[in-house]
């Protein structure tokens, strides 16, 4: 490659959303959350100057592509393109067409990652024909075989992530190859579930987009945040807290936060003063303030930007996250429950 050559970044993403029978009831809210999904590819896209090309899947018992690899700048709104219909769920077929596609695209110049995100609020019944199968192995097993083999065997280069229902439905998606890590589940029986589901791909696919940056072309942990962000992003976008305005407190064992805080002389348990450290997933719901930690100085960060440097910009609603493997930093979120249960190893820091 000549030393003047500009090796740019293209990103190509497929969103696969299941259009099952069961999935009516969110169908309008779906159409509008996808379009803010594609909005936030695009904004991010264009402040680090990648090029992002989506693709867009619905499935039944049948796999239909709605887009195939346009420029986000470009994609016109869901509307009109979504359709929930009566058909049971092809979730393997679907997963496995949507890579099979994309691996046709020539990559001979720039420097391309794929991105995958399932989004199904069922369990594979329908791969390998209309009829559902129910479980059936003779008409299944060879499906499973085609998935696995598949998602073994994807380059390093190659992102694949699903939501699912419940923890049964993930470990299903684990023993389809799925890693844990790009595995997240989402409420599809409540009003907001859509909402929250997509904003947490959302944060997802904009973490996704920073790594590129530090030169991370795949992720076996795509719904991890912070690990992404450096110091000098955190000093530069954030306030710092004055060091007599908190205290950081190690927590040993599992213990219940109000009990805790309250057996340490000099503080005393208010609801909202509290962060917890991000670590196994949680639910971090859209009014909850998080706090950015240095290890090496115990230095804390917070302010209005501090959520969109985490997640992104504008992200609505609840979003399912855990922390990422960060060796300079450590994120805290805002508690307002009298006994949420602390997990041991970890801090908590109080604002005094």
Not at 255 to 283: K, M, N, W
Request: aromatic share 6%; hydrophobic share 40%.
């Amino acid at each position: 490659m000549s030393a003047n050559k500009i090796q740019h970044k293209v990103n190509h993403v497929a969103l696969v959303v299941d259009c099952s029978g069961s999935m009516h009831q969110h169908q309008s809210q779906l159409i509008r959350v996808v379009d803010e999904f594609v909005a936030g590819l695009k904004a991010e896209s264009d402040r680090l100057g990648h090029e992002t090309r989506i693709s867009l899947y619905s499935f039944d018992h049948k796999v239909e592509n709605l887009v195939w690899d346009m420029d986000v700048k470009h994609l016109p709104s869901m509307r009109g393109l979504y359709r929930v219909n009566n058909g049971a769920t092809a979730l393997i077929e679907a997963s496995l067409k949507s890579l099979d596609d994309l691996g046709h695209i020539w990559e001979e110049y720039g420097e391309h990652s794929f991105l995958q995100i399932v989004v199904t609020d069922g369990e594979e019944n329908a791969s390998g024909g209309d009829r559902r199968h129910d479980g059936d192995m003779s008409i299944l097993g060879p499906w499973l075989k085609r998935i696995t083999a598949k998602m073994n065997g994807l380059p390093a280069h190659w992102t694949s992530a699903i939501l699912v229902p419940n923890s049964l439905a993930k470990r299903t998606a684990q023993n389809y190859g799925f890693p844990a890590g790009n595995i997240a589940i989402w409420d599809a029986d409540s009003q907001k579930g859509v909402e929250e589901a997509i904003g947490t791909v959302r944060a997802a696919a904009t973490g996704f987009l920073r790594g590129r940056e530090q030169g991370v072309r795949g992720t076996k942990n795509l719904f991890a945040v912070g690990a992404d962000i450096s110091i000098d992003e955190v000093r530069a976008n954030l306030e710092p807290i004055p060091a007599d305005k908190y205290r950081l407190l190690k927590v040993d064992k599992e213990v219940e936060i109000r009990p805790f805080v309250d057996s340490h002389p000099g503080v005393t348990y208010e609801r909202g003063s509290c962060y917890y450290q991000l670590g196994a997933r949680a639910q971090v719901q859209q009014n909850k303030e998080v706090i950015v930690v240095e290890k090496d100085t115990d230095r804390a960060y917070t302010g209005d930007a501090a959520r969109s440097l985490l997640f992104g910009s504008d992200i609505q609603g609840t979003l399912s996250v855990k922390a990422g493997n960060n060796p300079k930093l450590e994120v805290y979120v805002q508690s307002r429950s009298v006994n949420r249960k602390l997990k041991p190893k970890t801090r908590l820091l109080i604002m005094l």
